[in-house]
């Protein structure tokens, strides 16, 4: 695996927060599992949360696939999946330590990816999306959510939103289209950001 600047830079940020992730949004539950009905599974479906962190998505993607379904949760940064297993998450789902950008499944083992605040913290964006199209068989689905829109979130941050940020609609179908995705619906309110597309092919 290459641990480059970037990956460098996810661990620094996203270790320290590990322990303290979930009691920071403790009342986000009912969004994950909303999202989680709108991705079209199936009892029996596989399905990956990509960049899982702490698991909180695992719950409701098993509720939605079964006991027969296949759920996985794959994360960069390890203290984020030992957050998951003191959570119980691994009960939900099997926990990898895994880079999106180079996963270890085979083409269109899935029938959606699931992705919860993931996507503003790629550094090749479209090569990674790219990757998660690999691993998606066509028609299969994917969902770029966050419990909270992108006006809400950078007021939070202090900062404002622009055209060029990748999350804005154009911005986001172009880089998806180029990745192997077409984006069939994209929602930016308050207190939802979900964009879901479909993988072509
Ligand atoms: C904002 S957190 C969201 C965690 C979780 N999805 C949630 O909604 O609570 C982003 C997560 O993406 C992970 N991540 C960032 N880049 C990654 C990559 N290239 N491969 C796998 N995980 C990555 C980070 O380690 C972090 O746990």
Do not use: N
């Not at 939605?64 to 996985?72: D, Q, R």
């Not at 691993?135 to 969902?143: Q, S």
């Amino acid at each position: 695996m290459t641990d480059d600047h970037t990956h460098t830079h996810v661990l620094d940020f996203f270790t320290p927060r590990a322990a303290d992730w979930d009691s920071r949004f403790p009342d986000d539950g009912p969004a994950y599992a909303a999202a989680a009905g709108l991705l079209g599974l199936r009892p029996g479906d596989a399905v990956l949360d990509a960049g899982c962190g702490t698991g909180r998505a695992l719950p409701a993607l098993r509720a939605v696939v079964g006991p027969e379904g296949m759920v996985l949760g794959a994360d960069l940064t390890p203290a984020m999946l030992e957050a998951a297993v003191r959570a119980g998450r691994g009960a939900s789902g099997t926990l990898l330590r895994a880079d999106v950008a180079r996963l270890p499944l085979r083409d269109g083992a899935l029938d959606a990816v699931f992705g919860a605040g993931l996507i503003s913290h790629l550094a090749r964006p479209e090569a990674d999306l790219a990757e998660l199209a690999r691993v998606v068989r066509p028609g299969g689905v994917l969902a770029l959510f966050h419990p909270i829109g992108r006006a809400a979130l950078a007021a939070r941050q202090g900062r404002t939103i622009t055209d060029g940020d990748l999350r804005a609609e154009p911005r986001l179908r172009e880089l998806l289209a180029g990745a192997g995705w077409r984006l069939e619906s994209y929602t930016d309110e308050d207190d939802r950001f979900l964009a879901l597309a479909v993988k072509q092919g």
